[in-house]
Nanobody, 119 residues
Framework: QVQLVESGGGLVQAGGSLRLSCAAS????????MGWYRQAPGKQRELVAA???????NYADSVKGRFTISRDNAKNTVYLQMNSLKPEDTAVYYC?????????????WGQGTQVTVSS
């Protein structure tokens, strides 16, 4: 098990930027996939972006070209740089650590950080 703590959320105007951080309690060097998910009120949790141990990234179509995921294994931290934010990006953002590549449901979750984008 690994504990994850997200930070960096907040209130921002449309077109603005935020950088989310996910700090892990131990090394994530060997973790298969680290991901960011989000859940808006009344909606299911959805994948935003993921990055494998080899650096391969995957993005939801709705955020391609605007968001960038990265991982710093030396700092046990994963980042999500969010640019050109839109009101529809408003959600609670969660970090997930999938150590063995079994899928996010078998991984660890953080407590979430609220992102609110005003129009």
């Amino acid at each position: 098990q690994v504990q994850l703590v997200e930070s960096g959320g907040g209130l921002v105007q449309a077109g603005g930027s935020l950088r989310l951080s996910c700090a892990a309690s131990r090394s994530i060097f060997s973790f298969n996939t680290m991901g960011w998910y989000r859940q808006a009120p009344g909606k299911q949790r959805e994948l935003v972006a993921a990055i494998t141990s080899g650096g391969t990234t995957n993005y939801a179509d709705s955020v391609k070209g605007r968001f960038t995921i990265s991982r710093d294994n030396a700092k046990n931290t994963v980042y999500l740089q969010m640019n050109s934010l839109k009101p529809e990006d408003t959600a609670v953002y969660y970090c997930n650590a999938d150590a063995h590549g079994l899928g996010p449901h078998f991984g660890s979750w953080g407590q979430g950080t609220q992102v609110t984008v005003s129009s």
